[in-house]
């Protein structure tokens, strides 16, 4: 079988969902490559800042290396603006939504919501309320948050900081996003229970 015959997914047959079965799940093991040609193409985003987008990303993941963060993190704060091209107003929902299937919780609750957390730094230069990340104060990801937004995004715009480069991050993509998702030891309860809305 080349393809499938069916022209509505309510035809199709046994053997034709096994068959786009076996194909899609060739396809998804090149998913951590086309993390990584994603990650590149932020080199030539939005410009303003002292830093592109990519050098953002990278020092963001080089300062949470430093700082000793394991590796789900590590790579979380690598891809944490990845939307900032296709969802620009909702880039960290986007990038947690491209993560969350093989990271604990924790990291997907904290992509999710650094951007909200980020306007702690500028809000109030647009009359908005720099506190408004205080709704999640007793969440138990909030400090984490906190610690994310302030030690590696918002401090990541510096062209002099010794950063490193994608391919020193490129087995740390590969190994994280070859896992076999949605794997509730990986996800641990957060498999079971919502982690944005806990």
Not at 130 to 141: G, I, M, T, V, W
Not at 152 to 173: E, R
């Amino acid at each position: 079988m080349k393809q499938v015959n069916f022209v509505s997914m309510k035809e199709g047959t046994c053997a034709e969902y096994h068959f786009l079965e076996h194909l899609e799940s060739e396809f998804n093991t090149a998913l951590p490559e086309r993390i990584l040609s994603a990650l590149a193409g932020l080199e030539s985003t939005l410009s303003g800042y002292r830093v592109n987008r990519l050098e953002h990303s990278l020092q963001a993941a080089t300062r949470a290396e430093v700082d000793g963060a394991d590796e789900e993190m590590i790579v979380g704060a690598l891809i944490h603006d990845l939307g900032d091209e296709l969802a620009p107003y909702n880039h960290s929902q986007y990038a947690a939504s491209i993560i969350r299937p093989y990271v604990r919780g924790e990291v997907t609750w904290v992509i999710h919501h650094h951007g909200l957390f980020q306007r702690f730094y500028y809000a109030h230069h647009f009359g908005g309320d720099p506190n408004e990340r205080d709704r999640y104060k007793d969440h138990p990801c909030y400090e984490l948050c906190v610690r994310f937004c302030e030690r590696w995004d918002q401090a990541s715009f510096d062209p002099n900081y010794p950063t490193s480069d994608l391919a020193h991050f490129a087995p740390m993509v590969r190994r994280i996003f070859s896992r076999k998702p949605f794997q509730p030891e990986i996800l641990g309860n957060e498999y079971r229970l919502d982690p944005l809305t806990a």
